[in-house]
Structure formats: structure tokens, C-alpha cells
T-cell receptor, first 114, second 114 residues
Framework: GAGVSQSPSNKVTEKGKDVELRCDPI?????LYWYRQSLGQGLEFLIY????????KSGLPSDRFSAERTGGSVSTLTIQRTQQEDSAVYLC????????????FGPGTRLTVT | SQKIEQNSEALNIQEGKTATLTCNYT??????LQWYRQDPGRGPVFLLL?????KEKRKERLKVTFDTTLKQSLFHITASQPADSATYLC?????????????FGQGTTLQVKP
């Protein structure tokens, strides 16, 4: 079956612009995660959705970052008024549950803010 | 503060040898630990999960140990092959609250030479 997909694969934007990144999780997976990975670094947790529960937003670095998940499936991560320090690879993952389940990652969106 | 450390220096070994990667953590009580493989330009791929009450887990040429007293996990690849060359990430899940949220180390790059 299809894995996690993300779009766009690459995004170059000017400082101050807003961007939207999209994630399509594996069908039937109830949990969805967003991470950020800067060059040569590990993954930084941003936000997590599980079913109809309130999302865990504890990793969002500022109020310029927001995410939503519509219909329990597709998710969009929005970054407003982008800054150069927002440049990174944004990875989305989904899992079948929240406890002890492996996460399946998409290929990521490389964001470059000029 | 919570900290996860993996060897930042690349590990270079000869084909056929056993590769051993280390993951140390402080100020953390993980319910379980996962290891992922990441190739350049791709999202991480799940390899193994080990719970806090398990000492060792094996899967084909892979072995993971988990010592909650030492606060350390070791990841072994036996009979290593050039195709094993990649970055390996450890990730810990909290004991309490949302156990789906993972905290990642920065990864160790393994290079297996023929």
C-alpha cells in the first residue's frame, strides 16, 4: 500500500511569506506527527495528532507555527511570516496507535527561506 | 534537562565486522526506545523497538540492548555490509502522558567499507 506522502518536496520562499506543507498519512493510521530536522541534526518534535483528541502542540517553536488535521487524515503545517531559521526539512509520520507503535515517515519537505 | 546523546562522530568499520552504536540519555525515564535508519534525503525507517522491561531484542543481523540503570541502549549490526551504511537514530518515548511522542537523538553515521 501507499506510504506517507508529503508535498511539496522542496519549497523556496522569501522571508516574511507564509507557507503550507501537506502530509497524507497511511490510510487507517490514527496518529500523525510533525518533526523538523535541521542540517546534521536529529528530529525535533513539533506537533502530534491522535484521533479526535486535542493535539499535542508542545513542540511548536513559536506562534507562527500551526497545524491542522482535517477529517482525521490529511494534515497541513502552516508557518506564517517565515524566518531564515525556519529553513529545515519538515518530516511527517503516522502510526497505527500511540503506544509502542513504530512511526512511518514521509520523505519530507525541504524548506528554504531566503 | 532531558538529554539524548549519540556518538556525533561517524563510525567507520570494515565489511563483515560488528558495528556497535551507543545511545545515552539523562533526566529521562523512557517507557520504550526505538531505533531508526535514515538514508540521505529520506525519512527515517523503523528498525527495532525495545521496552523498559526488556534487556535485549533481536531481528536478523540487528540486536538492541536496553539498560535502564546505565541509561543506555546499544545497537549492534553483525556481519555488516556496505548497504548498512546510513545514519542511525535512537528515539525515546516518555513513560507518562502521551507515549506516542518520541524524542530523537542526533544520530550516528555508520560507514561500512568493503
Amino acid at each position: 500500500g501507499a506510504g506517507v506522502s508529503q508535498s511539496p518536496s522542496n519549497k523556496v520562499t522569501e522571508k516574511g511569506k507564509d507557507v503550507e506543507l501537506r502530509c497524507d498519512p497511511i490510510s487507517g493510521h490514527t496518529a500523525l506527527y510533525w518533526y523538523r530536522q535541521s542540517l546534521g541534526q536529529g528530529l525535533e518534535f513539533l506537533i502530534y495528532f491522535q484521533g479526535n483528541s486535542a493535539p499535542d502542540k508542545s513542540g511548536l517553536p513559536s506562534d507562527r507555527f500551526s497545524a491542522e488535521r482535517t477529517g482525521g487524515s490529511v494534515s497541513t503545517l502552516t508557518i506564517q511570516r517565515t524566518q531564515q531559521e525556519d529553513s529545515a526539512v519538515y518530516l511527517c509520520a503516522s502510526s497505527a496507535g500511540t503506544s509502542s507503535y513504530e512511526q512511518y515517515f514521509g520523505p519530507g519537505t525541504r524548506l528554504t527561506v531566503t | 534537562s532531558q538529554k539524548i546523546e549519540q556518538n556525533s562522530e561517524a563510525l567507520n568499520i570494515q565489511e563483515g565486522k560488528t558495528a556497535t552504536l551507543t545511545c545515552n540519555y539523562t533526566n529521562y525515564s523512557p517507557a520504550y526506545l526505538q531505533w531508526y535508519r535514515q538514508d540521505p534525503g529520506r525519512g527515517p525507517v523503523f528498525l527495532l523497538l525495545i521496552r523498559e522491561n526488556e534487556k535485549e531484542k533481536r531481528k536478523e543481523r540487528l540486536k538492541v540492548t536496553f539498560d535502564t540503570t546505565l541509561k543506555q541502549s546499544l545497537f549492534h549490526i553483525t556481519a555488516s555490509q556496505p548497504a548498512d551504511s546510513a545514519t542511525y537514530l535512537c528515539a525515546l518515548a516518555s513513560r507518562s502522558g502521551n507515549t506516542g511522542k518520541l524524542i530523537f537523538g542526533q544520530g550516528t553515521t555508520l560507514q561500512v567499507k568493503p
